[in-house]
């Protein structure tokens, strides 16, 4: 496969600039007021069978579609993922004269900058890291329980971003109901793999079993080799455990050091 020779803009950087230049600072992005930014944007909800798309208009701009009978946190998605195009054609006709997509970077690598794009426009790093208390295992709860709402995203992906901004990994787990064989199973997680390995070896630990089937108050920690990880659970319904794993924030050990 030929190799792209387009340099994408930074995605991060590109939304931080739009979320300044529409001076907003606070969860939930008000996307219509970034949209309002241009007189020639428009925003309409259809009857899709996909999420969304953008269409340009000429001189006109262009017109955002987005799947009417979606959830909202699903439109927020859309819309901001289709802003990433517009942005990108932006760029363009800025470089060319001309409003398109980079003709040369392909498919794929267009698509994934405006999901990066999406997801740092709707969960900025600062707005994250301002919205939850990553040491405090009662606040951390109600902080992480509370944030999805607050920024109008999905619950899954609010936890894959805060496993990006802050190696906070959350885990639902389910509970073995036989006592001669127990054992805790990873149902979801919200990690990259080596995280999620790492707990399964722990899962295998009588102690750490024991503490998820009996304790009330599930606090523990794992020693790994990049640090200790604090554990913190809640419990649900049916023998299910909601697992909150504050792993090492490198990046910020890094700075401080």
Known sequence: MKSSSTRLPNPALAAEKLLSRGAVCAPPVDLSKLISLWPNLFLT??????EGYLIPIGELGAEILVKRLDKEERKRFTIAHELGHWVLGLALQKKAGHFSQPKNAHHYEIERWCDEFATNLLMPEPMIRASISPNDPVLIFDSLTRAASRFKVSDEALFIRVWEVLRIQVVILSLSTVLA??????????ADQQASATLEKALERPEVIEQLQMSPLIYFSLSTNIGRVKCF???????????????????TESQES
């Open 181 to 190: 064989d127990k054992e805790a199973l990873i149902e979801r997680s919200f």
């Open 233 to 251: 659970g809640r419990r649900l319904p049916m023998d299910r455990i909601f697992l909150i794993l504050k792993w090492p924030d490198l990046a």
């Open 45 to 50: 909800e259809e009857d899709l069978e996909n």
